[in-house]
């Protein structure tokens, strides 16, 4: 076994959660490498909006939130199929980037901390022999005393393991795709909206550089029913509701072709396997209509940076390291994934969204109080 192999923490995913959790433990100066298999820079599947309890957080890995005059949201915009609408203050409120940014800042951040970035390379097995986790990536094997798993919402090594969550039959909670755009669009810099269709919703928020995500999550159904064609179904099915028909038609859309993802599930998830901590989407996925699962995963990191700190320094054995994170995680994340699946129920469905809506306008505080329970605070 080369020593240049053999890292104290491995990481296997190179998002939010991935690299933020290595740039805690390196600042620890502990030996981590982490793996991607995109190369950076590169666009994400994502809402692209964080709720303001990780802006302390990103602060002090060292982005500089600050200088980047980021657009800072404080209201939702809320619309059913037929277009009742709804306007609500944001309890807590957020700001719009771009995992593109984002990612890569916090890429060479890491960088900077010392971690070993290995990206453009796929981990095709991590296994726990005698104390020492092997990473295998199909031309070499690294060495690993933790290891951390933030390889987002589905993987190979989801498949490879046999996680439950890939296994269950087509259900209300796992049969979704996704797609993303960034576009030039007429919308207000502090909003966020959430328009419904048919089984679907679409999410439109202010980034960086006067852009804005458009972003929009449906079953696969409505992209089978329409042909499988992304535009087709844009034209049959969203631009029903008369706010998407209008922002479709105005959009300068900066993509040649959508970014999508497929088989995305809301199931529930293992926070530990194979004695792996899974951290952000790997661990527990929450609705994006929900808007805080950046913040999630960005909080996910430092729960498992402290626990993992404690196991590399012997305060904590492999056990009670692994007791703990799930201990903590559920205590953070868990009540709100059971909100998120709830509100996730009245979406999509004509009826359900407008009465859903109506009762909202005539009752604000219900409204504030669902936010409040699918956010936190600052970490």
């Known amino acids: 076994m ?12 190179g998002g939010l959660a991935g690299l933020a959790v290595a740039i805690q433990l390196a600042k620890q100066s502990f030996s981590v490498v982490l793996f991607e ?46 277009g009742t609408s709804l306007q609500q203050l944001l309890p807590l409120g957020g700001f719009g980037i771009s995992r593109y940014k984002l990612d890569n800042a916090l890429m060479q951040l890491a960088r900077q901390c010392g971690v070993v970035v290995c990206d453009g390379v796929t981990v095709r097995d991590a296994v726990l022999q005698d104390d ?38 087509t259900t209300s909670l796992n049969h979704f795709i996704a797609v993303k755009y960034h ?9 966020i909206a959430l328009h419904n269709f048919k089984n679907g919703y679409c999410g439109m928020s202010a980034i960086e550089d006067n852009k804005a995500c458009i972003c929009y999550l449906t079953t696969a159904g409505n992209l089978r029913d329409s042909g499988k064609s992304i535009p087709g179904m844009e034209e049959s099915v969203l631009m029903k509701n008369p706010f998407l028909k209008k922002a479709f038609a105005e959009a300068s859309i900066l993509y040649e072709k959508p970014l ?21 989407d790997a661990a527990g996925l929450i609705t994006p209509l929900c808007g805080n699962g950046m913040s999630m995963a960005l909080h996910s990191s430092k ?13 904590v054995s492999r056990t009670e390291m692994e007791h703990l994170y799930v201990q903590r995680w559920n205590k953070q994340f868990k009540s709100r994934l059971r909100t998120g699946r709830m509100i996730q129920s009245v979406f999509g469905s004509e009826w359900l969204s407008n009465m859903f809506i109506q009762t909202m306008k005539q009752f604000p505080f219900l409204a504030d109080k669902l936010i409040r329970q699918t956010h936190g605070t600052a970490f």
Not at 142 to 166: E, H, I, M, T, Y
Not at 183 to 191: C, R, T
């Open 132 to 169: 020492l986790f092997h990473i295998n990536t199909g031309t070499q094997t690294f060495f690993a005393r933790a290891c951390c798993g933030a390889f987002g919402k589905r993987s190979n090594l989801d498949v490879k393991w046999d996680r439950p969550f890939v296994k269950e039959r």
């Open 260 to 280: 999508s993802i497929a088989q995305i599930s809301f199931e529930k998830k293992a926070q530990v396997e194979s004695h792996i901590l899974m951290l952000g």
């Open 37 to 82: 298999k995109e190369v950076y820079p590169f666009h994400k599947v994502c809402g692209e909006y964080i709720s303001f309890e990780s802006w302390p957080f990103l602060q002090s890995l060292g982005v500089p939130l600050e200088e980047w005059d980021l657009p800072k949201i404080t209201q939702l915009k809320l619309s059913s199929p037929r």
């Open 2 to 13: 080369s020593t240049r192999d053999q890292y104290d923490v491995a990481v296997i995913g």
């Open 303 to 315: 729960l498992a940076a402290m626990l993992i700190t404690l196991y590399l320094k012997n305060e």
């Open 183 to 191: 576009a030039y669009l007429s919308l207000p810099s502090n909003e």
